[in-house]
């Protein structure tokens, strides 16, 4: 049986939606309001596909 470090393993489950670039706490990236739903989290009726219903997406920053 193999052990993993407490911090991996929530790393590990993570779920990244489809417009983040890293995972949340990544060196380098901050969230960002998510250009599909300007933040609302919804686009219409429905949850946004990009930001998964949060309205924020995790992107890199300083132009790395």
Do not use: F, H, W, Y
Not at 41 to 64: N, V
Request: neutral net charge.
């Amino acid at each position: 049986m193999t052990s993993t470090p407490k911090d991996q393993a929530g790393s590990d489950r993570t779920k990244l939606n489809p417009g983040d670039q890293a995972k949340p706490g990544t060196a380098g990236t901050g969230e960002n309001v998510c250009p599909e739903c300007k933040g609302s989290g919804r686009i219409g009726a429905a949850a946004c596909q990009t930001c998964g219903g949060t309205g924020t997406i995790i992107e890199g920053i300083g132009g790395a």
